[in-house]
């Protein structure tokens, strides 16, 4: 066997054992998997959440969605969560940024199917900053001497602790500027 055939045969062996020995898979934080739209399983969010078991319901599905500030004291996660159809949630969970672990959650979106001759209430957020978040309610009203539907828009803020604990700034001086 000359020179030529012996590399030949030597990097088709080499072939055949990457591919029944493929590299080992980087293991992902519970944090990394949020990222995009990656089911979780309940023993996921058992494991790596505080959220109460009972919101955890057969009919559910959660998803990871975003994640703000990663590689920060405190990353900001969102998951969603829907239940087919009839509503959708999303959560905003504080992570340790140094153990991972999850410090506090809030609900800080809601869409749920409405009928047309009620009334309806929709929630939705946005960040500040690292620290600073709002929830916005939206109750839209139906009035039965009013073809037109009326909103009501409340907005709450939100601090996020040097604990990792989410605050009410209710009664407390508002952020100025922006939204």
Same mark, same amino acid.
């Given at each position: 066997?000359?020179?030529?055939?012996?590399?030949?045969?030597?990097?088709?062996?080499?072939?055949?054992?990457?591919?029944?020995?493929?590299?080992?898979?980087?293991?992902?934080?519970?944090?990394?998997?949020?990222?995009?739209?990656?089911?979780?399983?309940?023993?996921?969010?058992?494991?790596?959440?505080?959220?109460?078991?009972?919101?955890?319901?057969?009919?559910?599905?959660?998803?990871?969605?975003?994640?703000?500030?990663?590689?920060?004291?405190?990353?900001?996660?969102?998951?969603?969560?829907?239940?087919?159809?009839?509503?959708?949630?999303?959560?905003?969970?504080? =992570? !340790?940024?140094?153990?991972?672990?999850?410090?506090?959650?809030? #609900?800080?979106?809601?869409?749920? %199917?409405? *009928? $047309?001759?009620?009334?309806?209430?929709?929630?939705?957020?946005?960040?500040?900053?690292?620290?600073?978040?709002?929830?916005?309610?939206?109750?839209?009203?139906? =009035? !039965?001497?009013?073809?037109?539907?009326?909103?009501?828009?409340? #907005?709450?803020?939100?601090?996020? %602790?040097? *604990? $990792?604990?989410?605050?009410?700034?209710?009664?407390?001086?508002?952020?100025?500027?922006?939204?």
């Amino acid at each position: 066997m000359n020179l030529t055939s012996k590399i030949a045969l030597l990097a088709l062996v080499l072939q055949c054992f990457s591919c029944s020995h493929p590299a080992p898979k980087k293991n992902l934080s519970f944090l990394d998997s949020l990222k995009g739209d990656t089911a979780l399983t309940e023993r996921q969010l058992r494991r790596h959440t505080i959220l109460p078991p009972d919101y955890y319901r057969n009919t559910s599905h959660y998803t990871g969605d975003t994640i703000y500030h990663p590689g920060s004291k405190q990353p900001v996660a969102i998951i969603a969560c829907d239940y087919h159809g009839v509503c959708e949630y999303s959560y905003l969970l504080v =992570f !340790d940024g140094t153990t991972l672990k999850n410090t506090s959650f809030k #609900k800080v979106k809601e869409s749920c %199917d409405s *009928d $047309g001759d009620q009334g309806y209430i929709e929630l939705d957020f946005a960040m500040i900053n690292d620290t600073l978040f709002y929830t916005k309610d939206i109750y839209t009203r139906k =009035f !039965d001497d009013k073809p037109d539907l009326d909103s009501i828009v409340a #907005k709450h803020y939100f601090k996020i %602790d040097k *604990d $990792g604990k989410i605050d009410s700034l209710a009664g407390y001086p508002l952020p100025t500027g922006g939204n």
